[in-house]
């Protein structure tokens, strides 16, 4: 592809030459023949070369001299046409390379002869150039040539070819350079001379033959135009008639700039620049250095010449060239160039030649490497000019001269240069700032109402140099305001770049070098601080004068960072005194204007040549650092107002002062900040300074200590401090205070030296702000905040600085200042809490040294009885239980112990707070906790529960020993292991743990309040009772004797000596207070209450532990006498509660209840009773419950004996119908354990008290709650254990030894008890109202209503009798006939009884025990006991009719239910008497048959109702009971009674049916509502009458009375024409009943 592209260009440069040709022969046709005959024979030699089938392009270079004669011809004819298309065809060819060495000279000739014709100049120009170019092909001579041609071109007339041909040569010569570095780049193995320097010591148009082709070409250029500047002729460039200095300063220029490497790699160039190009230089500086502007020059014969611009400007260019990339060839030449340019700057010298100097050395300072030399070269050495320290001296002295107002104006004037209006003073200005309608403030710098712009952005962008540039310039131009401080600016910013880039530069390569470089290194050190030395102070005079006077932002900050790179390098190189002074520069920039911080003063500021021992420069005696003017200060920039912190040596009249801060000092702040977070390392002794600065700073703009250490801005505090920050500023606190933080952050990164610099930097601090505290001044907690900050970061190295940094802040823990030691005691605890969290290796909980060092000042901090320094130890102990409790492991008993002292303070937030952390070890942390902790657990527990000032902790406290209780019993196998694995010689067992916590409790037990006494007692007994069973004998014993026991006489003892007057502490207390607990005695009444019912409960539930100690039967009587004691007393509560404690007592083992199958008392089996009276497996000793039941008998007897007389003023000692409950309720439970051996006697005694106990009355102010108010009888709760004792006793009698004896008894008492509901008993001489007389309180006593209680007891006495009737003793005691006695009274009162069911209930219990008592033969056979059946009749005829009629507003309902019960009496006699009336009395069987007779006629009886309600069932019953008994064949009186009683009945019932009918068959005479009711009981009785006669056997019934019911079939018929429904529809059954009687029977047909 390539190839073919290639023929085609060839082609088309065929076709352009032969176009070309035809033109040029056409043109040239009349005039110029030969060159017509040329370019036709040209022609046609194209055309011969385009038929031959060769390389086309290698024929057109061979025959190139052919081909371009005709255009040689063409330019020799001088026609300005031809010479056109000549030229051009000429730059066709050349383009294509189509031309040879041969041709190119003949083509160079003739533009040479064009040339000095003058036609056609630029376009021989562009053919030179492309010529050169293109190729090589030009060179030596023909080179020369047409360089020659340029130059002679350069100074024709016309600017055209002027600058074309300028531009032309400095192309040619780059050409040639550039044909040189072509030529080095390619290796050639061509022989070469050496180079001899003595061959060239006088110039030669022959080059040295060392040089290949192209380098002599380019080393006979150089050494002609260094000729040419010399005003000397030219060797090689033969033909050039005239040349400028300026042009041949500008050639040299460009080619030492563009082509270092030729002179470096060439010693024949290097020889040129040393011996041709440094003397002319310095030859040519000759009138700069004469020339003193404004300065009489001294006498001579020669006039001083003036500098002239064009010239000076091309030399320090060249200057520059050879210091920037010769520097190594011309070391000598440079130290001579280096001390011209700073005498340049002299002030003596214009101000244009100052700046161009200035700029030279603005661009030599900008290469770190070119610097290095300086002073390696020079400043090193000791005999050797100090060039790098004099241009930093220079530049200074430069820079301050510029702000002397004086000078500057007089500079200005010599230069001839007129100033501008706004140097030095601006048109329009305030606060030294140029402002105006839409204008913003330049960037300049202000000194004493100096005012100098800055004219670029010098630090973002690099500074271009203006002067050095201006080529085209003849004179020297007009200097721009601020120019030269600006470049001033610049250099020092370059030069600190510099000498930091060679310093890190260096750190760098000494840190990856081994040590057997140590030589080298030992060197390099020392130039790394000659570098530093030689530069320093001028640098700091400098930029100390240039911060103070700069008003730009970015220029402040560029000022900053040189200064900061400085105090890095310096402190990097261990220049203790540099680091030092630009320490203290930057700290006193930092702060406003008259501050007087005495501190800052310090000598390595005021001198600051001191480390090198150089001679002060002149602009160290211009600076005023430490002090300020007024007139300089910018109060425009002010962005915070504030108040001077306290020192020890500041007058009292300064603090008044206000201090303002501007936006330079938060901007020098920043810089301190970032100075010390970078290079904190290197700082050493300057942090004391850094940080005073930094405390000041912080105060001034009103940060104040927040959590960690930080410092945040408080609006509120500063403007009630009077402090004043503004909008500008407000934004950046929170920038400065993470600034701050993270400078102390960054701490962790310092080597442990750096680190106690630092801090005890802090500590100083610190302990001047103590003693300003101690002088009543508002101290700074800046230090001890930042202390903070610096340990939190550091814990990973806690060892180094942990001592003396805890040490100081527990000695500001102790300071009497609020605010000082309250910001000590959040440091440590911070430090304590960041410490335990860190993870060390090896860990903690495995380094006890270590964590003991930790936690020791925590524990230091309870002994400051500050409440706020407290209250942050505890909140500290409380976090390190939430974050890291499980990694305590050895520390524990410090943090215990820490707890524990908070439980001994008086403030209640403190022990709030350690209650917390109390309450997170033991549900989180107690199996962390070794077993000798655990006592010390528990210790600490308890203190928290007898703490006086806060109540709800102490009952917390109480729960947590219970849980501690809890996890002792479920990790007692745990425990026991790790007692035995720790071998601790004060724990030796796990009982001892339980006898410190009982212990414990017991202590809390008697504590003077009534909640803690309560909660401590519940939870003393649950954990016994839950956990008691894990406890050794000798560990019960221990647990009786030595904790319940003396609780128990401890309790009772305070009871004794307990006010019983109310305690009356203010009307809320009257208000709260609950008036059964208003006094300290009923509180510990209370209490006593709680104790008894819980030692009760401990021998109940664990009796079977406690049986195996030999002292039982001891302590079980010592309980019981206490509890007799104490139901005997005079505190109704106590004497309830301690029979309450005394049935849980003999309640016994709860697996015993477990395995009973009642709720009620189970006796043992009589089968199970052994012949000694003893169980076979008894729970306890006989003598032990002989002892309990004498105990209740005296209890019984002595608390319910009734008082037979009352004395006046006195108070009735009446139990309490709750006490009398409990008291009964005890004798279930004894009567288990006593049954044995319970004889009549024991049964008398209780029947005594229980009898005693029933006659107890209600107090008035208890009987809402005990009498029923609607009338209805129920049982009392006193009345129901009596039944429940009853009952027990019913139930178990059988099984007593005395059972026999026991039964009459048994049923006597309660036949007694069951007519209390008719007879109530009296309490001897005690006035008791009647029940159901009183509603609502009232005072004195009411009797209990008996009625509920007496059908109990008369259920209970039939339900035994059932049982025993057969039994002799019951027979022979003529129990039968007591029953039936007592049962007569509601028999007989029926409807006047006072409960309905009484009477009922009798009725049932006779109907039983008559069954039961007739169905055993000896009742029967005691014929001669008329008393029995006496009763026995009156109570059956009292009972069926009573004597008192049924409530008219009975029911028809009710009325039905008390007729069936009628009707059950008359089948009991039905059943259970007549059929036996041959074996019973005959008076007897007489009265019944007449209670019979008159209930068959009860409907006669005058007292029958008359409304509806009539005994038709009983009637027909008593009917039918008297017909079975009385119509039998056999001829007896009874029968003939009762065959007159039907007579009667029939009569009775014809004349009412009669007389109905009279009445209804008459219209006047309407029957009334009783004649018809009558009329309906006729009929009923005839039709009941005749169907018991049909049931009735044929012999039994009398012929008569047959015939008497037929003939009153008519009387029935005649009452269908009644109009009374009810009559209607008796009379149809009556009428029914007479369908067998249509028929006369058979035996009557007979």
């Avoid at 060839?10 to 033109?23: C, P």
């Avoid at 201090?659 to 904190?680: E, F, P, Q, Y």
Wanted: aromatic share 6%; with cysteine.
């Amino acid at each position: 592809m390539a190839s073919e592209t290639t023929i085609a260009m060839t082609k088309k440069l065929f076709e352009n030459l032969q176009s070309d040709l035809k033109a040029l022969s056409a043109e040239a046709r009349k005039k110029h023949p030969p060159v017509k005959e040329a370019s036709e024979a040209c022609m046609l030699k194209l055309r011969m070369i385009l038929s031959k089938p060769t390389d086309l392009f290698s024929e057109l270079l061979s025959s190139s001299s052919e081909i371009v004669q005709p255009f040689i011809m063409g330019c020799d004819s001088k026609n300005p046409k031809m010479v056109h298309i000549s030229l051009t065809s000429m730059q066709r060819m050349i383009q294509h390379q189509a031309i040879s060495a041969t041709t190119a000279d003949n083509i160079i000739k003739s533009l040479w002869n064009l040339m000095n014709s003058g036609i056609e100049e630029l376009k021989l120009l562009q053919t030179a150039i492309l010529m050169i170019t293109t190729n090589s092909i030009v060179q030596h001579e023909s080179l020369a040539k047409a360089l020659v041609l340029g130059f002679r071109l350069y100074f024709t007339k016309d600017s055209t070819t002027i600058n074309t041909a300028g531009a032309t040569v400095r192309q040619l010569v780059n050409v040639v350079y550039d044909r040189v570095n072509t030529e080095d780049s390619v290796n050639s193995q061509e022989p070469l001379e050496p180079f001899a320097t003595d061959k060239m010591k006088m110039p030669s148009k022959i080059a040295p033959l060392s040089l290949r082709p192209c380098a002599r070409d380019g080393f006979l250029l150089f050494q002609d135009l260094c000729q040419l500047v010399n005003a000397d002729n030219p060797l090689w460039l033969t033909g050039i008639t005239e040349m400028t200095r300026t042009f041949g300063l500008e050639l040299l220029e460009s080619v030492m700039s563009g082509y270092p490497r030729i002179f470096l790699e060439h010693e024949e160039f290097g020889f040129l620049l040393k011996e041709r190009v440094c003397p002319l230089v310095i030859k040519l500086f000759s009138p700069s250095l004469k020339f003193r502007q404004g300065i009489p020059s001294a006498p001579s014969p020669i006039p001083v010449e003036k500098p002239y611009f064009p010239i000076v400007m091309r030399l320090l260019r060249i200057v520059q060239a050879l210091i920037k990339h010769f520097y190594c060839l011309l070391s000598t030449e440079c130290e001579i160039f280096l001390s011209l340019l700073i005498k340049f700057m002299d002030v003596e010298k214009p101000m244009w030649q100052r700046c161009i100097a200035l700029e030279v050395l603005l661009k030599l300072c900008n290469d770190p490497k070119l610097v290095r030399s300086f002073v390696e070269t020079y400043d090193i050495k000791e005999h050797s000019a100090k060039i790098f320290y004099d241009i930093v001296s220079a530049i200074g002295s430069f820079i301050q001269t510029l702000f002397m107002p004086a000078v500057s104006n007089h500079q200005s004037s010599r230069d001839g240069n007129k100033t501008p209006d706004t140097q030095g003073a601006p048109p329009s200005m305030v606060a030294g700032m140029p402002v105006g309608s839409g204008v913003t403030p330049q960037p300049a710098f202000v000194y004493k109402n100096l005012w100098i712009p800055l004219i670029m952005n010098v630090p973002q962008t690099a500074l271009r140099p203006v002067l050095i540039d201006m080529v085209d310039k003849l004179e020297p131009p007009v200097i721009p305001d601020g120019y030269a401080l600006t470049l001033g600016f610049a250099s020092l910013l370059e030069i600190c770049h510099s000498v930091e880039v060679n310093v890190l530069l260096h750190q760098n390569t000494v840190n990856g070098t081994d040590a057997t470089h140590s030589h080298t290194k030992s060197q390099d050190d020392e130039l790394q601080k000659a570098l530093v030395k030689s530069s320093w102070a001028g640098l700091l005079a400098s930029l100390t004068l240039l911060l103070e006077a700069s008003t730009d932002e970015q220029a402040t900050e560029a000022i900053l960072k040189a200064e900061q790179s400085y105090v890095n390098m310096s402190g990097v190189l261990e220049l203790i005194t540099t680091r030092d002074a630009f320490v203290t520069a930057l700290c006193k920039s930092s702060l406003p204007p008259h501050y007087q911080l005495l501190i800052l003063n310090q000598p390595s500021a005021s001198k600051p040549h001191a480390e090198r021992g150089h001679i002060r420069v002149r602009s160290l005696d211009m600076k005023t650092s430490p002090s300020y003017h007024d007139d300089s200060f910018d109060k425009s920039q002010v962005v915070a107002v504030g108040t001077a912190l306290p020192t020890l040596n500041m007058p009292a009249s300064s603090l008044q002062n206000q201090v303002m801060l501007t936006s330079k000092n938060i901007s020098c702040m920043r810089a301190i900040l970032s100075l010390a977070h970078c290079h904190g390392s290197i700082l050493g002794s300057s942090w004391n300074m850094v940080l005073t600065t930094l405390q000041h700073l912080v105060w001034i703009l009103g940060l104040k200590t927040a959590s960690g250490g930080q410092l945040k801005s408080d609006i509120h505090a500063n403007e009630s401090s009077g402090a004043i920050i503004t909008t500008a500023i407000m934004a950046d606190l929170p920038v400065l205070s993470s600034m701050l933080s993270r400078l102390f952050e960054s701490s962790q990164y310092l080597d442990d030296v750096a680190v106690h610099h630092l801090i005890d930097a802090l500590c100083k601090l610190s302990n001047e702000s103590l003693e300003i505290a101690y002088n009543n001044r508002e101290p700074s907690l800046f230090a001890v905040a930042k202390l903070l900050e610096t340990g939190l970061v550091n814990i990973h190295r806690v060892e180094v600085l942990w001592k003396p940094l805890t040490a100081h802040l527990l000695e500001v823990c102790h300071h009497p200042h609020v605010g000082m030691r309250c910001c000590g005691a959040e440091a440590i605890t911070s430090l304590v809490l960041a410490a335990l969290s860190y993870k060390f290796v090896p860990p903690l909980y495995e380094n006890k040294r270590l964590q003991a060092m930790l936690l020791a000042p925590l524990r230091e901090l309870s002994v400051i009885s500050q409440t706020d320094v407290r209250q942050k130890q505890l909140e500290c102990a409380l976090l390190i239980l939430q974050n890291g409790g499980e990694t305590l492991g050895p520390g524990w008993p410090t943090i215990l112990q820490v707890i524990g002292d908070g439980a001994n303070t008086q403030g209640e937030v403190i022990i709030r707070t350690a209650f917390q952390s109390m309450q997170l070890v033991v549900t989180d942390f107690l199996p962390l906790i070794s077993p000798p902790c655990l006592s010390l657990c528990v210790e600490m527990a308890a203190k928290f529960g007898l703490q006086q000032s806060e109540l709800n902790i102490s009952l917390t406290a109480i729960g947590l020993l219970w849980n501690i209780s809890d996890y002792f019993y479920q990790q007692r196998a745990k425990i026991t292991s790790d007692i035995i694995k720790d071998e601790d010689p004060s724990l030796t067992s796990s009982d001892q743990l339980w006898m410190c916590l009982y212990s414990k409790f017991g202590e809390l037990c008697v504590d003077p309040r009534p909640a803690v006494r309560k909660s401590a007692g519940q939870t003393l007994f649950s954990t016994i009772a839950a956990h008691g069973d894990l406890l050794q004998n000798i560990t019960w014993k221990s647990l009786l004797w030595k904790v319940l026991f003396p609780l128990l006489d401890n309790v009772k003892s305070k009871l004794e000596t307990a006010p019983s007057e109310r305690e009356r502490k203010g009307p809320e207390a009257n208000i709260l207070m609950h008036h059964s607990r208003d006094t300290a005695k009923k509180q510990w009444c209370e209490t006593q209450v709680l104790i008894m019912a819980g030692v009760s409960r401990v021998f109940s539930i664990k009796k079977e532990h406690l049986e195996e100690l030999d002292d039982f039967s001891r302590a079980w009587a010592f309980l019981l006498q206490y509890l007799e004691r104490a139901s005997l007393g005079h505190s109704a509560e106590v004497c309830l509660a301690a029979l309450r404690s005394f049935q849980e007592l003999v309640n016994g083992p709860a697996k015993e209840e477990t395995n009973s199958q009642s709720a009620s008392p189970q006796i043992v089996p009589q089968q199970s009773i052994q012949r000694d009276g003893s169980s076979s497996q008894p729970s306890v000793s006989q003598t032990m419950w002989n002892t309990a039941w004498k105990v209740w008998l005296n209890i019984g007897n002595k608390r319910t004996t009734p008082p037979m007389t009352i004395q006046a003023a006195t108070t009735v000692d009446i139990p309490s119908q709750a006490f009398l409950c409990q008291l009964v309720l005890i004798f279930p439970k004894i009567f288990t354990h006593v049954q044995d051996h319970f004889v009549c006697d024991m049964f008398t005694d209780f029947s005594k008290v229980l009898s005693q106990t029933l006659a107890v009355p209600i107090a008035g102010d208890t009987s809402p709650f005990l009498v029923p108010t609607n009338y209805e009888s129920t049982l009392t709760p006193v009345q129901e254990t009596v039944i429940d004792a009853y009952t027990c006793l019913c139930e178990n009698v059988a099984h007593i030894k005395s059972s026999e004896k026991l039964y009459p008894k048994l049923i006597s008492h309660l036949i007694k008890c069951s007519e209390y509901a008719t007879r109530v008993p009296t309490f001897g001489a005690v006035e008791v109202k009647p029940p159901n007389s009183v509603k609502g309180l009232t005072t004195g006593y009411i009797a209990s209503d008996m009625t509920e209680f007496s059908e109990k007891c008369m259920s209970l006495a039939t339900e035994v009798y059932s049982k025993c009737c057969s039994l002799d003793s019951v027979v022979q005691e003529d129990t039968l006939k007591c029953i039936i006695q007592s049962l007569s009274t509601p028999l007989g009162a029926k409807y006047s009884c006072s409960s309905d069911s009484t009477w009922k209930l009798a009725v049932q219990c006779l109907l039983k025990c008559v069954r039961s008592g007739l169905s055993v033969p000896k009742v029967k056979a005691s014929t001669s006991s008329t008393d029995l059946w006496l009763a026995l009749s009156k109570a059956l005829s009292d009972f069926l009719f009573p004597k008192v009629p049924a409530n008219e507003s009975q029911s028809l309902a009710e009325f039905r239910e008390d007729e069936k019960l009628d009707c059950l009496v008359v089948e009991m006699i039905r059943k259970d008497i007549l059929p036996f009336s041959s074996e019973l009395p005959k008076d007897f069987i007489a009265s019944v048959l007449q209670i019979l007779n008159r209930g068959s006629i009860h409907s006669q009886s005058p007292n029958a109702p008359v409304s509806g309600k009539v005994r038709h069932l009983f009637t027909q019953k008593c009917f039918e009971t008297l017909l079975q008994f009385s119509f039998v064949n056999d001829e007896n009186k009874a029968a003939s009674v009762s065959q007159v009683a039907v007579q009667t009945l029939l009569t009775r019932c014809v004349t009412i049916i009669s007389d109905y009918n009279k009445d209804i068959h008459l219209k006047q005479n309407v029957p009334s509502l009783s004649q018809v009711n009558e009329v309906v009981s006729a009929i009923q009785t005839m039709t009941t009458l005749i169907s018991s006669l049909q049931k009735l056997s044929q012999d039994s019934v009398d012929h008569s009375i047959w015939e008497r019911i037929i003939s009153l079939y008519p009387h029935l018929v005649s009452c269908i024409h009644s109009k009374s429904d009810s009559v209607l529809v008796e009379l149809e059954k009556a009428l029914s009943s007479y369908t067998v009687l249509l028929n006369t029977p058979a035996y009557a047909r007979k």
